[in-house]
């Protein structure tokens, strides 16, 4: 074992020394000891291309309000720090929706809904003709009414961006009721090359962000293996350590679970089967079946049975205790893939099954859709996944504990406890990076970093 050796590394655009760091060590420091330095460029923001992948199927449109509301907490968080380069787009789940006149294109509006005001409180009309509208917008296209602001860029004004957002987001509830969030992400990303929809979106050097919104499970016909979508964003961007995601579905502490916005349990209502009914014999809608039943495949049947396989549901029914959302089993899976894969790519960023608590370098968020309000999570993604301000520490930090950052002269908190959020900087535990969480400093940002390494490493 070498001597300790006092180390500084100063991370400026420009230079400057300061004066010897007060250490708050907790080991003891030979007298020995002498001071080195080395100056660095600054860090600069990577750039970063974000897709979101919203649900536009019937249930959606309370959500699609709460990503609005909510939206300026995300941009906040991108413009604390100066020089941050990102842009964003917004694509649906609906790739089935088709008209003879207007061919394969998205629908927009809001669709209308009634339900039964006694138990089981099933869903009675359903209104898409009258409510809904054809756009000109192909399927895997962004959304936007205005052509030119389909991609929201960080160049606009913040209050631009917000705006923007909240126009293009209200993509409606009148899309396909199969939710096709993975392959609406693919076709999406895949409409980038020259010459399609999206050409343009993502650039070369820039990671890609993917955050899924849907309250239904993904629905893609014959679906591949999540894997499949981990391996297309890993040949898009050319290693996974370009990739994260976020995956906003029905789940609860980050497992996928059917889930409820008003209650803690749901779907009680489907506790006991409704009765079968007389079970006479039938024909079509010339039935003569007793009131309250209707003719299934021949015989009269109970037409509380008709959605039962459904009364979870909130489409079906409007009981007290309905889900919220479905279980969001393939996007839970598709983020945890997504996780792994990065994490082999580049072993610094850690494993947190997808939790990260802003005190370690994550891949991937998976939150729950049955939320009053998306602000958090929002401002949780574009902290966790989009901003990225970490500098390594070569030779590496003996101990980590005791690194010392200060921004401008003026000295940050260190994440000192795993689930601390009152606090700016996390230290690797390993020693050999130190990554700020909080208020990350831009290219004109002065970040001096003090620490520990072996005599041996001195160089």
Known sequence: MGQWVRRLIQLIAFGGLSACMQYDFRVVIPESTKEVKKVFAAATPTPVDILFVVDNSGSM???????ARNFN???????????????????TTDLDSNDAAHGQVERAGLVGTTFSTQSPFHLQTFDSITRCTWTDIPHGCFRGDDPAKRVIPSTSPPAEQIETFKSNVRVG????????????????????SPGLCNEGFLRDGANLVVVIVS????????????????DFLVALKGSASKVRVAAIVGSVNGSAQNCSTTVASCGGICASRPPEG??????GGMSNCPSGESCQMGRCQNEDLRDWASCNWCSFYNAPDCCSAISGSRYVDFALAVERAVNAADPSIAVTQCRGTGTTRVACLIDSICQAEFAETLRRIARDLIVDSTYA???????PPGVVVEVNHRRLQICST???TDCDYTVAPDGTSVTINRNPPGPEDEVEIYFVIEESDAG
Do not use: H, W
């Open 61 to 67: 449109a309370d959500e699609q309000e709460n990503l």
């Open 73 to 91: 907490t995300f941009i906040s968080e991108l413009t604390s720090g100066k020089g941050n380069d990102y842009r964003i787009g917004i694509v």
């Open 278 to 283: 007389s079970g006479n014999a039938c024909s």
């Open 393 to 399: 520490l070569n030779p590496v930090a003996k101990y």
């Open 215 to 230: 309250d239904e499970e993904d629905a893609t016909p014959n679906p591949p293996p999540v894997r499949e979508y981990v």
């Open 418 to 420: 795993e689930g601390q």
């Open 173 to 192: 509830s009148c899309g396909s009721g199969r939710e096709q969030g993975l392959e609406g992400m693919k076709r999406g990303l895949s409409n980038t």
